[in-house]
């Protein structure tokens, strides 16, 4: 699904308006009653019942006042709160308060002194006469620019307040208030709606930090025209079961070379599990053949745990990989068809070293994750150009070090942090997979992509070494850097959620690895291979 930013939404907007010649009223008019409809397919019918709409000061208040027209239309019974007074509204906004005057539905203007208490009285009032079906918060859409406060702020706690305490659903115009419609930023406070309707493409908000807030999604068809949505190159998507057309079934005539070989260096002495899991992700990803290379000290260790992986025993020193260990591990590239790096390394001043030199130097498609991105930060400038594409996996306190930027701006804008090295990667590809709720995949050519799979469970330790084997494993069987970055994070996170779907709670991230082949078959299956 594609994703506008506000100003992309806007341009759309205009575009649909000036060019193709209809009128904003229109547009206004499919919103309003786009959303109605998706209200009482979810909900019910209107008739008999109150619905509770909080008008703000532009648009997205012109959107809820259609709403109430089409509400009283239908038999139902609209009670309107203004929170700036209605004769303020301009253009198409100011055009339907006008009409909703006409019919004289019944409305309260709220300002900085309006006691919420008496605001609550009146909605009670009302309910005990029609039951209160929704709420509809048509505060702000696209248009929040700033920290939300005063009134503004109160009817927030108080329709979150209402919709815990009375049980009152609460439905969102175009993005549930406070939530800043590109970074998904709770600016203050924000409404938590049950269901959002929103209108012609899809916001990143609804995908990124606000996600919870948003409840069940459905967009619009307001009538822009789809070519305009076409021409639009719009960068953002997010990566939903679809991503799974690119996942290639298996063909009887092929062997486990047909698959690839992924080389993955990592672990160091007391993080040899970082390693495993890395490779146990390289394994399950479908790739033939695995070899990981390791300090010669703790290479018994790996011949245990993993007797599907092939190891090397790096001889340079017993228990940390280092710059010693360069000739071997180049040479160890031929016949590999993509490098992991960084699980488990550690950051020894010879470990530096290495991993600087392999990112210049080696000519595979690679991964580099945990401590290759810390010692990466230590040179960022060495970061540009590189010989082949780079997939990047930081968290947000490693992408802060890669960055020079705070944890907090990172998460403010993801979208901004995970297209960071836009422009900056030469003839190669550098792929940032900003990990989070919401992982955020980015390239050098400023696509950007939301995931939508996974959970809270997955909030463990070893579930990013998991990640980095598995997106490994694709490099290796010859997806394109974009697709094994996007397929990697969707089916990691499926993985999670069809263990939790299980009723599984505190599962782990081995038991993640070893649930991707079910992940791939489940989503070959839903995308009809
Ligand atoms: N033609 C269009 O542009 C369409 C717009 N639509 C709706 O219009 C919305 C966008 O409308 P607008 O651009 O008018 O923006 P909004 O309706 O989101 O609000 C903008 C207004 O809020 C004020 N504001 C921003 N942050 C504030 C804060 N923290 N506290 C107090 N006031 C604040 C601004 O000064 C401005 O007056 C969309 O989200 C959508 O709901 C739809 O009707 C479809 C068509
Ligand atoms: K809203």
């Known amino acids: 699904m594609k994703l506008a930013t506000a100003s992309q939404m806007q341009a759309l907007d205009r575009r649909a308006i000036e060019e193709f010649g209809i009128p904003g009223i229109v547009l206004m008019e499919n919103a309003g009653r786009g959303t109605l409809e998706f209200i009482c397919h979810e909900l019910g019918p209107v008739a008999g019942r109150t619905v509770v709409l909080f008008i703000g000061p532009g648009n997205n208040g012109g959107d809820a006042l259609v709403i109430a027209r089409h509400v009283h239309n239908r038999g139902g019974h609209p009670l309107l709160f203004f929170l700036v007074h209605p004769d303020s509204l301009r253009g198409d906004a100011g055009i339907n308060v006008r009409i ?26 009302h309910h005990a006469r029609n039951p209160v079906l929704v709420m509809i918060d048509g505060l702000f859409g696209t248009g929040l620019t700033r920290e939300i406060q005063g009134r503004f702020a109160r009817v927030i706690e108080l329709i979150n307040d209402l919709s815990r305490h009375a049980g009152w659903p609460v439905a969102a115009v175009d993005i549930p208030s406070g939530l800043h419609a590109d970074t998904g930023q709770v600016l203050g ?27 069940r999604l459905q967009v619009i068809d307001i009538t822009i025209p789809s070519r305009v949505v076409a021409e639009a190159g719009l960068e953002g998507e997010t990566v939903g079961p679809e991503i799974g057309r690119l996942l290639r079934p298996r063909t009887p005539a092929t062997h486990k070379g047909t698959y690839g070989h992924l080389l993955i260096v990592a672990g160091s002495i007391g993080k040899t599990g970082a390693a495993i899991l890395s490779a146990l992700g390289g394994l399950h990803s479908g790739t033939g053949l695995v070899s990981l290379a390791v300090p010669h000290g703790l290479n018994p260790i790996f011949e245990t745990a993993l007797p599907e992986a092939m190891s090397i025993p790096l001889p340079g020193s017993e228990t940390v990989p280092g710059y010693e260990d360069y000739d071997l591990i180049l040479e160890a590239t031929g016949g590999k068809s993509a490098l992991v790096i960084g699980p488990g390394l550690g950051t020894d001043s010879r470990t530096r070293e290495l991993v600087l030199h392999l990112y210049r130097d080696v000519t595979l498609p690679m991964v580099l994750d945990a401590d290759a991105l810390n010692i990466l930060a230590l040179e960022p400038h060495l970061i540009d150009n590189p010989p082949a594409p780079r997939i990047l996996t930081p968290h947000p306190g490693e992408m802060a070090r890669l960055t020079g930027l705070s944890t907090g701006a990172i998460q403010a804008d993801r979208v901004g942090a995970a297209t960071f090295f836009a422009g900056r990667a030469g003839q190669s590809e550098i792929i940032t997979v900003l990990k989070g709720a919401g992982t955020m995949i980015g390239d050098s050519r400023g696509s950007w992509a939301v995931n939508t799979s996974g959970n809270p469970g997955m909030a463990t330790g070893g579930m990013g070494d998991v990640l980095a084997g598995l997106i490994g494993g694709l490099l290796a069987q010859k997806y394109a850097p974009w697709d094994a970055a996007r397929l990697g994070v969707y089916l990691h996170g499926l993985a999670a959620d069809l263990l939790q779907d299980r009723k599984k709670v505190g599962f782990t991230a081995s038991e993640v690895a070893a649930m991707l082949p079910e992940a791939m078959t489940e989503l070959m299956a839903q995308t009809s291979h």
């Not at 406070?189 to 807030?213: C, I, M, Q, S």
């Open 189 to 215: 406070t924000a409404v938590r709606a049950d269901l959002t309707a929103t209108y012609g493409v899809a916001k990143p908000a609804h995908f990124l930090n606000g996600a919870e807030a948003v409840g």
């Open 100 to 125: 909703v005057q006409a019919l004289d539905l019944p409305s309260e203007v709220v300002d900085d002194d309006t006691d919420p208490a008496r605001m609550r009285e009146i909605i009670l009032h």
